[in-house]
């Protein structure tokens, strides 16, 4: 199988990658999975309302509440490999399967391309080997994405109340002590800076 790919262009910080026949069947099998796993029904706009939706019933309620936001910068970029593998084994990719995601993975380069409209000229730069980061514009990214952080959520589930989308995570925090509130806070920021740094995001 071969997995290395080719960067066709660069826009918006995303590459384009070139994929196999081999990992189109990959997708194909794996997209029944993907699209019940990323929920597929779910939009900013559910996102929002949620949002919006737990801190008025925390002030109806008379609740001290508050919000952190997550924005995890060029995170599908971010992801790395080793990591990555060991979740997918830890959620039943294993054996010869958990061999081939390695397979899909690794020896993967890229290069930038760039075009210069005033001279009418193109530029490549060198070869480089993709060390972390997931193919985007494919089913496995975003599902390799949600596995990554799948256990972020368990670690700040309590007391908050996580409202996850793509690489977006929005945490509500409630509670009827401001001082309990105040404590909570940072007991969630000091799990989130463990988790980033844990996972070399």
């Known amino acids: 199988m071969c997995t290395s790919s080719e960067t066709v262009q660069k826009q918006n910080n995303h590459s ?8 189109h069947v990959i997708h ?3 997209m029944f999975a993907a ?3 990323i929920q597929i029904n779910s939009s900013t706009e559910k996102a929002s309302f949620q949002l919006i939706n ?5 002030l109806n309620n008379k ?20 990591i990555l593998l060991s979740k ?3 959620h039943g990719f294993r054996g010869k399967t958990n061999t081939l995601l390695q397979s899909y993975l690794s020896d993967r380069y890229q290069r930038v391309l760039i075009n210069n409209s005033s001279s009418n000229t193109t530029t490549f730069s060198e070869w480089g080997k993709i060390r972390h980061g997931i193919p985007q514009g494919s089913i496995l990214g975003p599902l390799f994405f949600l596995i990554y952080i799948n256990d972020l959520l368990n ?12 690489d977006d995570t929005s945490i509500i925090i409630t509670n009827p002590s401001p001082s309990k509130f105040k404590e909570d806070i940072n007991n969630i920021i000091d ?8 996972n070399s995001l």
């Open 16 to 23: 384009v990658f070139i994929v196999s026949d081999t990992v």
């Open 54 to 58: 737990e801190m008025l019933l925390a």
């Open 155 to 166: 670690i700040i589930a309590d007391p908050s109340k996580p409202i996850p989308f793509a």
């Open 63 to 82: 609740l001290t509440v508050g919000g952190m936001f997550c924005d995890l910068e060029k995170a599908f970029d971010s992801i790395n490999h080793d």
């Open 28 to 30: 194909s099998i794996t």
């Open 191 to 198: 799990n989130l800076n463990d988790w980033f740094r844990s």
């Open 88 to 90: 997918c084994e830890f």
């Open 35 to 37: 699209y019940h796993y």
